[in-house]
């Protein structure tokens, strides 16, 4: 892959990741015309793979794209300490 087709792919990841919905792995076209395309395109190069006519899956290759090349951190990595928690009491017996 040379440097351009590296920018195209970050920039497609990142729209992916900006505007489409995730579900876990999935992600979620919206029956969009333009997010079915994208999750195709990336699937044709091995970052995705297409779930249904709706959904694609991030591919070990794509999850290590996204972090390495794209610098999105996954959610169950991110670095939670300082951060604020919130928790409820326990309902009175």
Known sequence: MNESEQKLLV??????????????????SRSMYAGEHAIEALARVGL????NTRFGRWTEAGKQFRREEAGIRDPAQADRS???R???KPEQE
Do not use: F, P, R, W
Request: charged letters at 25%.
């Open 48 to 51: 995705m793979e297409i779930v």
């Open 82 to 84: 300082g951060g604020i």
């Open 86 to 88: 919130l928790v409820s």
């Open 11 to 28: 920039a497609l990841v990142l729209m992916v990741d900006q505007y489409l919905d995730k579900y876990g792995d999935e992600v979620d």
